[in-house]
Structures are given as C-alpha cells and as structure tokens.
C-alpha cells in the first residue's frame, strides 16, 4: 500500500497526533515500572544481580530484537487494531509479574510487556507519519515527547503507590493500560478508515511504483549512518539516565533527593530539545538538524567532567539533554524519508536499535564504574557524540526534492 501518499492528500490531523502521545506517555510509563521494581523482586524472591540482568536481557530482547519483525509483519498486513493488541500483552504480563513468585514466571511476565512495546512504538510511529499531513519532524516530536513523559513518571508512581505496599500494586498499573487501550480505540476506527481509502484508492488506480529519494545502495549506506548516530546518541543517554545521580552524589556530595532533582532537570531539557528537533527538521532540513544535535552536544560532555562547580554541571546537563535529544525525531524521519513504504520495518528497527542499545550501554557502564570509578564512565562518554562527524556522508535529501 502506498500509505504515503495520504499525506498529500489529507492536512495534519491533531487529535490523531495527540492521541498517540497520550498512548505513547502510557505506554512507556508501564513500561518504565519494570526496572523501577527491581530491588522488590530482588527482596521478595532472593535474586541475585546477575538474575535481574536476566530479567533485563529477557526484556530487551523481547523489546528490542522483536520490533523490526512486527514492523515487518504489520508493513505486509496492517490491522487497524495492532496498537490495542499490542496494549493487551502489557496488560497480560503486568498482572502477571504482579503475582509471580518464580523467576520462570517473572521472566515470562516481562517478555509480555516487552512484546507489546514491540508491537506499539513501530505501529503507532507508523501512524504518526500517516496524520502529519507532511509535517513529519513535527509529527515525530509530538509523539515522542509523549514517551519521554512516561519514562520520567513510571519510577515516580512506582515509588508511590508500589515501594511502600509490595510489589503485587503493580496490579494498579492494569488501570493505565486499560485506559490506553480506551485512546487507543478511537486511532484504531480512524487508521480503518483510512486502510479502506487507500484500499479503494488503489482499485480505482493503476499500481504504480513507490520511488525513493536515493538508489537502494546510498539508502542502506544512509541508514548504517543513521544507526552509527543512534548508536553514539544512546550510549551517552544511557549513561545519564542510568547513572548521573550516582555521579553527583560522588563528585559534589549531595543527597539522593537533591540529585534527583537535578536528574529532573536533564529529563526537562530533553523533553523540549525532542519537541524542537522535529519542526526545525522541517523548515530547514533533517541532515542540518543531525549535526547540531550530536556533534553540537560534544562541547558540553567533553567539558562537563572536567567542571567542579555543581550548578555549572547542572547546566552542561541541560544543554547536553536540549541538543542530544533533538536528534532522534529528525533521524528517524530521515529513514522514513528513506524506504516511505516501509514505515513499520523502519520505526521497529531505530527504536529496537535504541532500546539495544540502551540496555547494553547500561550494563557495560555500571562494570566500568565498578572498575575505573563513575567519573570515568563520563570522561569516556564524552568522547561519543564525536561521532557525529559521520553526518558528513548523509545526503541532504531537502536539496533532493
């Protein structure tokens, strides 16, 4: 199906797009509670770490590894109720890892919830493209602030309404699926209708072939850069996401309360940078948008390490989440711009690489700090958004149309 030329056809349609960033900030909520339960797990069914990085693996992969194959699948036969599908294994699993008391059945629960975060983020990207009526970057960033959202408020309801009654109040999260699954209906009826349009379009047209901006060569090439970017991108994320309170209590001496709080201040930032990295890839091209996002980060993480002043740190911080995070909407819109008729193949593969990517970073991290000390994990990092040297070689498709 030639799902792309809706867009020419169809203006921006905002209660769509807001839709999928209410589903999206749901979504990824649930999906942040995992992690954040982690020590009651330990606790209750005395695991080991090297158990809960089994559970993080089993996750990941089910998460990660699996996002590209429902991409595919959906590309091939889209349904207009993938999103709530997707939505009920992470019903599933979350009352089940609510009331597991074995390993086996906490490794199956998180499997679930990995697989309906498989399904949803290359889905509902693929509808997010199809209701922006052209205006992609804008489109993407919408959707993806909805998840920054959620990634910030699953740790924090987790300590609320989990920590101090036991870890079978994850029950109450079912709440928030159920009522994701509730938005999730209305996107479901109108993606329906417009598979039926298209399907109608297309007897009434003769097929034609779906031409890309680049010859299939130069597309894999482009997007192996594209990758190398995420991959640079994620593993300095990774590192503040997963250890800039331990870095802050060890440098500056201040509380866990304080150094969450100047966590939140890094998790602000890149909320505003993604809401602005998508438009401006619009107006002035995704290519130009990519470069100042990671190489333009590199500045303040080569300095930061080196700051002994902690409100100087707190703003370095800042400008690394507002740059860094600008970048991911316009990259992946680029590979979209790529293969328009493989939006799903694409939105699993960038956002499965980016959870990969995540998870291992964090793993390998937490052994360095264990060996060389946390302050080394940033004077190493720094280094990575160097890599954004590589957007040299993506042609600016901008000049191309």
């Not at 297309?202 to 130069?218: A, C, F, Q, S, Y």
Request: contains cysteine; positive net charge.
């Amino acid at each position: 199906m030639e799902q792309n030329k809706v867009q020419a056809t169809t203006g921006i349609t905002f209660h769509v797009l807001v839709a999928l960033s209410i589903c999206h900030c749901l979504n990824d909520t649930l999906q942040s509670v995992i992690s954040a339960v982690y020590p009651l797990f330990k606790e209750d069914l005395g695991l080991s770490f090297a158990q809960i990085g089994l559970i993080t693996l089993v996750y990941q992969s089910a998460a990660s590894v699996c996002q590209p194959l429902t991409g595919l699948f959906f590309d091939k036969w889209p349904s207009a109720w993938s999103l709530p599908t997707g939505m009920g294994f992470t019903l599933v699993g979350l009352s089940s890892l609510a009331f597991a008391d074995t390993l086996p059945l906490v490794l199956c629960s998180v499997a679930l919830v990995g697989i309906g975060s498989s399904v949803f983020h290359p889905e509902a990207s693929r509808l997010t493209s199809l209701a922006s009526g052209g205006k992609r970057g804008l489109a993407q960033s919408l959707f993806q602030v909805g998840g920054n959202l959620g990634g910030s408020l699953g740790p924090l309801l987790a300590a609320v309404f989990v920590a101090p009654y036991g870890r079978r109040y994850i029950a109450l999260f079912t709440i928030l699926a159920c009522v994701a699954i509730l938005v999730m209906l209305p996107v479901g009826h109108w993606y329906k209708g417009l598979l039926l349009r298209l399907k109608k379009a297309e007897e009434e047209m003769p097929k034609t072939h779906v031409r890309t901006p680049l010859p299939m060569g130069k597309t894999v090439f482009s997007i192996t850069i594209l990758l190398i970017l995420i991959f640079s991108k994620y593993i300095y994320m990774a590192s503040l996401n997963s250890y800039y309170t331990f870095y802050l209590i060890h440098k500056f001496g201040i509380s866990v309360q304080a150094s969450q709080l100047y966590l939140f201040v890094f998790l602000i930032a890149t909320a505003i940078g993604t809401l602005m990295g998508g438009p401006i890839g619009d107006r002035v091209g995704r290519k130009y948008v990519i470069w100042a996002s990671i190489l333009g980060a590199a500045p303040f993480t080569l300095i930061m390490p080196h700051v002994e002043n902690l409100y100087l740190t707190a703003v370095l911080s800042f400008c690394v989440g507002l740059t860094l995070s600008s970048a991911f909407p316009a990259i992946l819109v680029y590979a979209q711009e790529l293969l328009p008729y493989k939006l799903g193949l694409i939105s699993g593969l960038f956002f499965g690489f980016a959870f990969g990517v995540a998870g291992i970073a964090s793993a390998v991290l937490g052994n360095m700090a264990d060996r060389y000390g946390i302050e080394a994990v940033y004077n190493v990092c720094g280094y990575m958004p160097l890599i954004g040297l590589v957007t040299w070689f993506l042609p600016d498709l901008k000049k191309k149309r």
